[in-house]
């Protein structure tokens, strides 16, 4: 299972930096992603990385805002900057072992048990 970690509290304004670690859970050319859930919202797909190639996607919500990154560890993070009360949700690192399209967002296969993020 993958395990994410960093999430907290915030005040609007802050930044936090989110990661999970991957390793067993991703292939030379597939997805990772970061997905959160606002409670009584739809999950909610915000950024994606093939690793193949290292092309990103962002969710218009969080464009310019938010990076999400791969390091040689494969470790995954989500650095989210300028922190919106309505950002406050439970992030759940996401990925596909295998794949091109990354923005399908029914076809993550594996999942984190999410970390919480409150900006206040």
């Known amino acids: 299972q993958l395990v994410e970690s960093g999430g907290g509290s915030v005040q609007a304004g802050g930044s936090l930096s989110l990661s999970c670690a991957t390793r067993g859970y991703t292939r030379r050319s597939g997805c990772l992603a970061w997905f959160r859930q606002i409670p009584g919202k739809e999950r909610e797909g915000l950024a994606t990385?093939?690793?193949?190639?290292?092309?990103t996607y962002y969710a218009d919500s969080v464009k310019g805002r938010f990076t999400i990154s791969q390091d040689n560890a494969e470790q995954v993070y989500l650095q989210m900057n300028s922190l919106k009360p309505e950002d406050t949700a439970m992030y759940y690192c996401?990925?596909?072992?295998?794949?091109?399209?990354?923005?399908?967002?029914?076809?993550?296969?594996?999942w984190g048990q999410g970390t919480q993020v409150t900006v206040s």
């Open positions: 996401v990925t596909r072992p295998r794949g091109s399209w990354c923005t399908l967002w029914g076809e993550y296969e594996y």
């Open positions: 990385f093939h690793t193949g190639g290292g092309d």
